[in-house]
């Protein structure tokens, strides 16, 4: 399908199963697949909200790894915030080599996991709404403090600001609900996936495409196994 045909194939989808009682409507995130040629899933999702009422949305998911992760911070934020309890997240390392060779990275995947980690360390500081300077291994972030100083940025050069006066004031982007509040969930596809160990750490939800009763219980056992390392019930 050509991108117009599939945005508007799904948003007659995401009104259908508004109508027949579905609860969570997922959109993935495929780019560079023809089959599901879709971006930017925040675009149909918050499409899709405005003509339906009772379904909850979330990308299935977000590939973390192919995004600068301040960015991908403020835009689920803000998403979450426009539809408040209808928004959940999802998340993973992605298991496509088109998509990381675009961004520059390894076709074998082997920073897909480590930059999944990292990325998401960067997201929660930037939805925590404090100042922070992070430097890892593959990205870099700072946050400055609410309100800018004359002349604390050089670029800025001098100027003068009366007393009083708002001068770029940072926008509360954080998720509905606060840092915390945000339902994650985690896709995994591989055997013992570290994505569902992940989730089982962080009381996250796990997030199986079923490729067979054997890889299912495997991805379980992964899952359950990190719940109980935390003192937690799968």
Same mark, same amino acid.
């Given at each position: 399908?050509?991108?117009?045909?599939?945005?508007?194939?799904?948003?007659?989808? %995401?009104?259908?199963?508004?109508?027949?009682?579905?609860?969570?409507?997922?959109v993935g995130e495929h780019g560079m697949q023809a089959w599901e040629n879709i971006p930017n899933p925040? *675009?149909?999702?918050?499409?899709?909200?405005?003509?339906?009422?009772?379904?909850? @949305? &979330?990308?299935?998911?977000?590939?973390?790894? *192919?995004?600068?992760?301040?960015? *991908?911070? !403020?835009? !689920?934020?803000?998403?979450?915030?426009?539809?408040?309890?209808?928004?959940?997240?999802?998340?993973?390392?992605?298991?496509?080599?088109?998509?990381? !060779?675009?961004?520059?990275?390894?076709?074998?995947?082997?920073? &897909?996991?480590?930059?999944?980690?990292?990325? *998401?360390?960067?997201?929660?500081?930037?939805?925590?709404?404090?100042?922070?300077?992070?430097?890892?291994?593959?990205?870099?972030?700072?946050?400055?403090?609410?309100?800018?100083?004359?002349?604390?940025? %050089? =670029?800025?050069? =001098? @100027?003068?600001?009366?007393?009083?006066?708002?001068?770029?004031?940072?926008?509360?982007?954080?998720?509905h609900g606060g840092a915390d509040g945000l339902e994650i969930a985690v896709t995994g596809l591989s055997?013992?996936?570290?994505?569902?160990?992940? %989730?089982?750490?962080?009381?996250?939800?796990?997030?199986?495409?079923?490729?067979?009763?054997?890889?299912?219980?495997?991805?379980?056992?992964?899952?359950?196994?990190?719940?109980? =390392?935390?003192?937690?019930? &799968?």
């Amino acid at each position: 399908r050509k991108d117009k045909e599939t945005f508007d194939y799904s948003l007659l989808l %995401a009104s259908a199963a508004d109508k027949f009682g579905y609860r969570d409507f997922m959109v993935g995130e495929h780019g560079m697949q023809a089959w599901e040629n879709i971006p930017n899933p925040e *675009l149909l999702i918050v499409g899709a909200a405005q003509i339906t009422e009772r379904m909850r @949305f &979330a990308p299935m998911a977000h590939i973390v790894p *192919l995004h600068n992760p301040s960015t *991908l911070a !403020v835009q !689920v934020g803000y998403t979450s915030q426009l539809l408040e309890d209808r928004y959940f997240l999802g998340v993973g390392a992605g298991s496509w080599e088109n998509e990381a !060779v675009l961004r520059g990275q390894p076709g074998d995947l082997s920073e &897909a996991h480590p930059r999944l980690m990292e990325g *998401l360390e960067v997201m929660d500081k930037v939805w925590r709404q404090e100042p922070f300077d992070f430097e890892g291994k593959y990205y870099k972030a700072s946050r400055l403090d609410a309100q800018i100083d004359p002349g604390s940025v %050089a =670029s800025h050069g =001098s @100027f003068k600001t009366r007393e009083g006066e708002e001068y770029h004031l940072t926008a509360d982007h954080s998720p509905h609900g606060g840092a915390d509040g945000l339902e994650i969930a985690v896709t995994g596809l591989s055997k013992n996936s570290p994505s569902h160990r992940l %989730a089982g750490e962080r009381g996250w939800t796990p997030i199986s495409f079923y490729g067979g009763s054997e890889l299912l219980r495997s991805q379980w056992k992964t899952y359950s196994e990190a719940c109980q =390392s935390v003192g937690a019930t &799968a």
